[in-house]
């Protein structure tokens, strides 16, 4: 009888695992987003949210991703769908997907809710953003939170190690972190100066002018950065700004100019932060070096 009890209770919990309820996750807008399976046909609309699938283990499952989503490698085969300003509403409805994953600025989300299609929108702006959204795109693709955390914590002691390697020289240097040639540059208010932050490093752009504010250059002359970090497209531009020659990072050459493919990885909230960071602290040593 005993024997008979077991089984009962195991049957009983093999089918409470099979007939679970939907999983359920909140997004940006406070919308709860019930999920009723495990997704296998997934549509991304931002890089970071493409690159968070992927660091969970289910590139696979990507059917289409936005124009900029470029990382990794194994993705490039994927379907093409736009960008967060002009998705390709028929493109992405064509591919059937179980699951969108978009920023909460994206056009035309609304538009694919009302069409059935199960969309989930975040957009990750800051450190505790970005390990808020690796736990619920894990929640939402049925990945166990263990592995979250564990993806999370590769990161995290990334981003650590990063910190941990900056000469005491390099600390007391100030940084203006170039975001776009427009110009717009990153403040203390974004994730990139979060990580400058933690590195003991000033920012000349303070919090209060917004994560990523567009930056008068004279604002730069008149703060006089001890390194530059910029990316390839504003190389040009840059000695064409009054006053910029005669900065003393410009004429002490403490700028580091990143490529294209740096520059997307710098710029994304996301898996490759501590990558990010060590590029910024090779950067600041090598500046504070320069500086000698």
Request: some cysteine; proline content about 6%; glycine content about 8%.
């Amino acid at each position: 009888m005993h024997g008979w009890r077991t089984l009962l209770v195991f049957l009983a919990l093999l089918l409470a695992s099979v007939w679970a309820l939907a999983v359920t996750v909140q997004d940006d807008r406070q919308q709860k987003i019930e999920i009723s399976k495990a997704p296998q046909r997934i549509v991304s609309l931002l890089p970071s949210l493409t690159e968070t699938v992927c660091a969970l283990g289910a590139c696979q499952r990507l059917v289409g991703v936005d124009r900029y989503s470029n990382w990794p490698a194994s993705i490039a085969q994927v379907s093409r769908v736009g960008g967060g300003i002009d998705p390709n509403i028929e493109s992405i409805v064509a591919l059937k997907p179980d699951l969108v994953l978009a920023a909460g600025s994206t056009r035309g989300a609304d538009r694919l809710q009302a069409l059935g299609l199960t969309v989930l929108r975040l957009e990750p702006r800051t450190h505790a953003d970005a390990q808020r959204v690796l736990r619920t795109v894990g929640d939402a693709l049925w990945v166990s939170p263990s592995e979250s955390e564990r993806v999370w914590r590769e990161i995290e002691s990334g981003v650590q190690a990063a910190v941990q390697s900056l000469s005491p020289l390099a600390r007391q240097q100030r940084v203006y972190f170039e975001v776009s040639s427009a110009p717009y540059g990153a403040s203390e208010a974004s994730f990139i100066g979060e990580t400058l932050t933690r590195m003991g490093v000033g920012n000349i752009l303070p919090a209060s002018m917004g994560p990523f504010p567009q930056v008068n250059p004279e604002f730069v002359v008149r703060a006089q950065p001890d390194v530059i970090m910029v990316g390839d497209s504003s190389r040009a531009s840059m000695a064409q700004r009054p006053g910029w020659p005669a900065l003393r990072a410009m004429q002490a050459q403490r700028i580091c100019v990143f490529k294209p493919a740096e520059s997307d990885m710098l710029v994304r909230a996301g898996p490759r932060m501590a990558e990010g960071a060590r590029l910024m602290a090779d950067c600041l040593n090598k500046a504070a070096g320069a500086g000698r």
